[in-house]
């Protein structure tokens, strides 16, 4: 279970699979999103992604893993990873701002290439940010909800679009690549990713898993949605992380259009967590998953550890499972505790994929 410190290796290794593999787009770097043909020839199709947050790793190391690993006569399409200028990381980002890639160790002489090098626009406790080229860069500061700075400078940067606009004017329509600061997680350490932030036309603070129902949309969102078109999947994955939780485990489920797709959603995610807790992992409790009571939030529970969410009450536009569970079948994403090893962590995401997968190949029997 292989950590890819740059997108080459990762294309490596696809190619090794010998599967078939082509290019949806390119990141405005060049850098090819690709989509790999695996499982069988029968419909309909399941779609896997992973990678949208460049700094959850594992997700990404499961969905190459899943190419060879999920077994099924049903058609399989992988994006294997959706930011593909993310995953090689903070130091790569800065040279596409910069024109040569930085040797950076330490947060202090990130900061002190975003104020040399860039125009300040933003600097207090939560972070820096600065503007280098066509991008924007931030440098997060320790603080704020305590294990995860990066998060933390994600809000901060959402109340600076709420309360002072006119700072984050001159980044609308471009991206902004944060420093992760995960000191100690594997896969990612403190500039191993690059976390993609984009700031709308309008001005809204978005993370890169939030346009997929927008004209206005970044190419892998696109890329992202014309596979959904040309597939049109029976079932979706999108395999994610979570800083917040520990070592802990949840899965995401949506509601669905018709009482029969509803059934199958609450049939499998039920499957799901089952084996998830016979494989030993600690299911998340509220708390973990929420930090507030659940009332307080656009989440329902139906057992321990699966967890429904209402983008319609969350707001920000939707991610790619909330896009799903809108235009096609069923729809689920993994949180998986960042603290646990990587190479359970990547465990994690493919028992999922292959535990829901065995379910839905019931339904088309």
């Known amino acids: 279970m292989l950590i890819y410190h740059t997108y080459r290796e990762l294309l490596d290794r696809v190619e090794q699979t010998g599967r078939p593999t082509r290019v ?13 043909r695996s499982g069988g020839d029968k419909k309909p199709g399941i779609v896997i992604t992973a990678g ?19 077994d099924t ?10 930011d593909p200028i993310g995953l090689n990381g903070y130091a790569y980002a800065l040279s596409l701002g910069l024109g040569k890639t930085p040797a950076i160790e330490t947060h202090n002489e990130a900061e002190a290439i975003l104020r040399e090098s860039g125009e300040v626009h933003l600097d207090d406790e939560s972070l820096i940010l600065s503007l280098i080229g066509d991008y924007g860069y931030t440098c997060s500061r320790p603080g704020g909800n305590g294990k995860c700075a990066q998060f933390s400078a994600y809000q901060r940067l959402q109340e600076v679009e709420r ?23 594997e896969g990612t350490g403190d500039f191993g990713r690059a976390y993609t932030l984009i700031i709308s036309p309008e001005g809204e603070v978005l993370h890169i898993n939030r346009f997929h129902d927008t004209e206005w949309a970044p190419i892998e969102s696109r890329c992202a949605r014309d596979l959904l078109a040309e597939v049109s999947p029976g079932i979706t994955f999108d395999i994610h992380e979570s800083q917040l939780m520990g070592d802990k485990y949840w899965l995401s489920a949506r509601h669905k259009r018709n009482e029969e797709d509803e059934a199958w959603e609450q049939k499998i995610a039920h499957a799901v967590i089952q084996t998830i807790a016979e494989s030993g992992a600690t299911l998340a409790d509220d708390i973990d998953v929420l930090g507030v009571p659940i009332e307080e939030t656009w989440f329902t529970r139906t057992e321990k550890g699966v967890y429904w969410l209402d983008a319609g009450v969350r707001g920000e536009g939707l ?7 809108c235009n096609y079948g069923l729809s689920f994403g993994t949180e998986m505790g960042m603290y646990g090893t990587f190479e359970g962590r990547v465990s994690l995401g493919m028992l999922t994929v292959q535990s829901a997968v065995s379910v839905f190949e019931e339904r088309y029997r």
């Not at 949806?24 to 790999?36: E, F, K, R, T, Y």
């Open 163 to 185: 309360a002072q606009p006119e700072i984050l004017a001159p980044f609308r329509g471009r991206r902004i690549f944060m420093a992760p600061r995960q000191e100690g997680i």
């Open 319 to 325: 991610n790619f499972a909330d896009f799903v569970a």
């Open 24 to 36: 949806l787009g390119h990141c405005p770097d060049g850098s090819p999103i690709i989509c790999v």
């Open 52 to 70: 949208s947050h460049s700094t959850e790793h594992a997700g990404v190391s499961a969905a190459v893993e899943l190419i060879e690993k999920l």
């Open 73 to 82: 006569e049903h058609e399989v399409y992988v994006i294997p990873t959706r």
